[in-house]
């Protein structure tokens, strides 16, 4: 509770404001009903024209205060909890940045995605409704059961018999209810997985004809969450004729024991309509009261959730970093013993006992077949992942000894998994350097053999490129995202597989530029053709997470089998095609 402080603090005029007005509506709903009674007893059963104004005029005074603060109250209401839903939403999506990969892989983006949407709603929900009807399901409670008593006691008793009544069906849903309503979040959970998958990559399931079974998919995650509404809604429905009989029969009992009294005349005909109106508000404010228990126990479920991106300490930080001021200014790398797991309880390690060293400005060919551990090799450098044995160094410093944003600065990789998002392709260049002009641009386009093509665009490099860069192909998307990585100027460049899509000859082009125009770079680059790092100054082929062979290309030809094999079949194949 007391992390929410700081959420409500900056609109604590909102939160104060609410609850006071809704007590004047209140206020007016409990007042209202005997000024009703005054007029039938003092106006329209004597005849008295004059007190029927007098006494309306009142009513519309407090009918006029009453919207009032209705009007009020919701205002303040939905302002003070969207205000305080923003800023929770907010600082969950700062932390959610802050996540290293394993962060990420141990949420899972579909659950984030809730938590930061569906489940924030549900906490701003309950906000909401606990400013207007927190003070005000009791306030009209007593008040109505108070007003009764005054008016008469001895018809009152009625109302006191039906109340225990109404409080053991409220908590007899709230029991059934919770349940429900917890599995209904998770089948919403599922629901947004499912939604999302589909529309994110509805390119590759229709390319797959794959329509019918992620329709299929979605029916059942549909269906599965209509049912578990249905389920958790049925008790809430149930429950209502249930109070509303209550209800009625007290209200018959009330009409009565009331008709004898007047018949006899211990009580005034007016104070019966009063009654079994206080009848009713009694029964709304127990209706409230059985909301908010209902609305909490469900926000309390997605609090929860939300505090657990909140609270959790990004696996790699550089709070520790020996060498804050550090930047990385050759790039030289060395790797000492490097062991890594993705499930620290599996087995095999995805890296066993990695040594190598690279020199400044050398370029660095990584083989291996698909799996053997080259991404995850290549990750820890910018640290992406954290070994769990050994260390990397970078210029001799620990990565871990760096500041992360001086480490990155000076690190870029292209991922294998690239992306590019919507905006201009100059947009999307600038990622590599917020300052770079136009002819730096042109210049590392050009680099990257990507000017060519831009160019022929007809708005060139203002051309859009849709969500997640669908507007160009696959080779020109690599070509683009070489481009950004290299206005970044960096130390260590990495391409993880990033000319797959690009024709040899292209490449070899951009491979030239690369000893040309950035000669002191540091270059690693990870390839499925063995052409892409023949030329390199040093091949590292890497099978099953371990060195298998490191030298250059004519040196693995002598000892190293497993190089040669790559080549030769690799080499077979160009003869035939
Ligand atoms: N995020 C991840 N979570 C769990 N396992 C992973 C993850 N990424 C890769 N792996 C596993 O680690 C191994 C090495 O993967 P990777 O480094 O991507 O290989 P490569 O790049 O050589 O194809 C594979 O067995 C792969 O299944
Ligand atoms: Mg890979």
Redesign the pocket.
């Known amino acids: 509770m007391k992390r929410y402080l700081k959420y409500i603090k900056p609109y604590k005029t909102a939160f104060i404001l609410c609850p006071i007005l809704m007590m004047v509506e209140v206020l007016g709903e409990i007042v209202l009903p005997s000024l009703m009674a005054r007029i039938i007893n003092d106006g329209v059963v004597p005849g008295d024209v004059s007190m029927i104004f007098k006494i309306g005029a009142m009513m519309i005074v407090f009918i006029l205060f009453m919207a009032a603060g209705g009007v009020g109250g919701a205002y303040f209401g939905a302002k003070a909890s969207i205000n305080f839903a923003a800023d929770l939403r907010k600082d969950a999506f700062d932390n959610v940045q802050k996540f290293s990969?394993?962060d990420i892989?141990k949420f899972s983006t579909g659950s984030l995605v809730t938590r930061l949407t569906n489940d924030v709603t549900q906490v701003q929900n309950l906000v909401n409704m606990m400013l207007r009807m927190l003070l005000r399901a009791p306030g009209m409670l007593i008040g109505a059961v108070i007003m009764a008593f005054v008016k008469n006691a001895q018809l009152a008793m009625v109302i006191l018999f039906i109340i225990p009544f109404l409080i053991v069906i409220i908590v007899i849903v709230i029991k059934t209810a919770f349940p429900r309503f917890q599995i209904l979040q998770e089948k919403i959970d599922k629901l947004n997985a499912t939604v999302r998958e589909a529309v994110t990559n509805i390119r590759v399931i229709k390319s797959f004809v794959r329509g019918d079974h992620e329709q299929e998919k979605f029916e059942n995650a549909n269906s599965d969450l209509k049912e578990s509404s249905l389920r958790a809604f049925r008790v809430m429905i149930t429950t209502m004729p249930l109070m509303g009989l209550a209800m009625n029969v007290t209200t018959l009992a009330v009409v009565w024991f009331g008709g004898k009294q007047i018949l006899v005349g211990d009580m005034p005909i007016g104070d019966l309509t009063a009654f079994t109106t206080y009848v009713v508000q009694i029964l709304i404010a127990l209706m409230m009261s059985s909301f908010i228990v209902l609305q909490s126990s469900r926000a309390i479920a997605s609090a929860r959730r939300i505090n657990e991106i909140i609270d959790c300490k990004p696996d790699i930080t550089d709070d520790d970093a020996k060498c804050p001021e550090a930047t990385v200014e050759r790039g030289e790398i060395e790797f000492k013993d490097v062991s890594f797991r993705?499930?620290k309880n599996s087995e095999d390690p995805?890296?066993d006992k990695i040594s190598f060293k690279i020199n400044a400005g050398e370029t660095v060919g990584?083989i291996?077949?698909?799996?053997?551990?080259?991404?995850?090799?290549v990750?820890m450098i910018p640290r992406l992942?954290d070994p769990d044995a050994g260390s990397v160094l970078v210029d001799g410093i620990d990565v871990k000894d760096y500041s992360l944003y001086n480490l990155r600065e000076s690190v870029s990789m292209v991922l294998?998994k690239n992306v590019l998002f919507s905006g201009s392709i100059m947009e999307n260049l600038k990622w590599g350097d917020e300052e770079a002009t136009e002819e730096e641009i042109k210049k590392v386009a050009g680099m990257a053999q990507a000017d060519g093509f831009v160019s022929s665009f007809p708005e060139g490099y203002e051309m859009d490129l849709g969500q997640g860069g669908v507007n160009v192909s696959g080779g020109q998307k690599q070509r683009l995202c070489i481009a950004r990585a290299l206005l970044k100027k960096p130390k260590i460049l990495i391409l993880?597989?990033s000319t797959s899509a690009v024709d040899t000859a292209t490449e070899a082009l951009i491979r030239k530029n690369f000893k040309e125009f950035c000669p002191e770079t540091t270059k690693i680059i990870?390839a499925q053709r063995i052409t892409s790092v023949i030329e390199a100054d040093k091949i590292i082929v890497?099978d099953d997470?371990k060195i298998v062979g490191i030298g250059n290309h004519a040196e693995l030809m002598k000892n190293c089998e497993a190089y040669e094999e790559i080549y030769l079949s690799q080499m077979d194949k160009e003869v035939v095609s």
């Open positions: 990969f394993a892989d993705y499930y995805v890296l990584i291996g077949s698909t799996g053997s551990g080259k991404t995850t090799l990750s992942y294998q993880d597989d990870i890497i997470g």
